[in-house]
């Protein structure tokens, strides 16, 4: 089973920058679709962008299309999520997810079966 560790939270100023990383092992690092979810107090989690096993694809939540960008490292075994731009809005925990099965894009957290501990990224106005 791929286990998740995180790294890169931190506060910010709005229009700034932060990149999170993932780092996994236990699994097929390469057999798993990656993403990002999130969740702001008082809020559902919901997702935020999702990569394929060999980055081939990434998609996006409209809200961060633009301004976020999903990538991987198959070797390194590392997954990142580079924020620009950011919100206050952004605030939120942002979960490391992965999933094994098809190789397609899914915004379903039930879907995901591996889930970091959830960095917490404050964006202040």
């Known amino acids: 089973q791929l286990q998740l560790v995180e790294s890169g939270g931190g506060l910010v100023q709005a229009g700034g920058s932060l990149r999170l990383s993932c780092a996994a092992s236990?699994?097929?690092?390469?057999?798993?679709?990656m993403g990002w979810f999130r969740q702001a107090p008082g809020k559902e989690r919901e997702f935020v962008a999702a990569?394929?096993?060999?980055?081939?694809?990434?998609g996006y939540q409209d809200s961060v299309r633009g301004r976020f960008i999903i990538s991987r490292d198959n070797a390194r075994k590392v997954v990142y999520l580079q924020m620009n731009s950011l919100k206050p809005e952004d605030t939120a925990v942002y979960y490391c997810?992965?999933?094994?099965?098809?190789?397609?894009?899914?915004?379903?957290?039930?879907?995901?079966?591996?889930w970091g501990q959830g960095p917490q990224v404050t964006v202040s106005s």
């Open positions: 997810v992965g999933r094994d099965g098809l190789d397609v894009i899914s915004n379903k957290a039930y879907e995901y079966v591996a």
């Open positions: 236990g699994g097929i690092f390469s057999g798993y679709v």
């Open positions: 990569i394929g096993r060999s980055g081939s694809w990434t």
